[in-house]
């Protein structure tokens, strides 16, 4: 099974409690109850197995048998995973895991989003660098700790002007773990 890298992380730094910050004292007898410690951190564990008719063979300039895609996984913008490219058509499979560091409170809001796109050998017409996103998806992630979301998930191509047009699946696991 392959390892996913993270693409770029754009995070800012530490974190500090509001209630240090403002270093207000504490009366005698009472304590402090902290988000942090409330909020800690866990891994969400994430396995892209394979997407299924995400691309129709007519749907581009390039080659059919010249394709080739990647998945793309985030929780937070600006820490993106990434499989390797792998050549395929139309069921591309990755096998890839990573493991996404997250806050519990994520578990209760949050989404995975998964993006398929589709790279080649010449520069596909449109995009400044050969890449194009070819669907996606965004799954709520798991409540509880421990607890596994597992399954094959719609996946949506964006037509333009607001319009999405369902296309293919992906196919994963993931699981929300301590650390």
Same mark, same amino acid.
């Given at each position: 099974?392959?390892?996913? &890298? =993270? ?5 800012? /730094? /530490?974190?500090?409690?509001? @209630? ?8 005698? /007898? ?33 080659? @059919? ?6 998945? =793309? ?12 490219? &792998?050549?395929?058509? !139309? ?9 996404? !560091? ?27 660098? /050969? ?8 799954? !709520? ?39």
């Amino acid at each position: 099974m392959g390892r996913m &890298v =993270l693409a770029h992380d754009h995070s800012s /730094g /530490g974190h500090r409690s509001k @209630a240090l910050m403002r270093k207000k004292s504490i009366p005698a /007898g009472k304590s402090l109850l902290l988000q942090h410690d409330l909020d800690h951190q866990v891994v969400l564990s994430v396995t892209i197995y394979r997407a299924d008719g995400v691309d129709d063979p007519s749907s581009s300039t390039i080659c @059919a048998s010249d394709r080739i895609y990647r998945a =793309l996984v985030w929780v937070q913008p600006g820490k993106e995973y990434r499989t390797p490219f &792998v050549r395929a058509l !139309p069921d591309p499979r990755w096998d890839g895991k990573c493991e996404i !560091p997250l806050r519990t409170s994520f578990l209760g809001w949050g989404h995975l989003n998964v993006e398929v796109l589709r790279g080649s050998n010449d520069s596909e017409p449109g995009t400044s660098n /050969g890449i194009a996103s070819v669907s996606r998806a965004r799954i !709520p992630l798991p409540r509880k700790m421990n607890e596994q979301k597992e399954g094959r998930f719609g996946l949506v191509r964006n037509e333009g002007a607001g319009l999405v047009k369902a296309e293919g699946h992906i196919i994963l696991s993931m699981k929300v773990k301590d650390r």
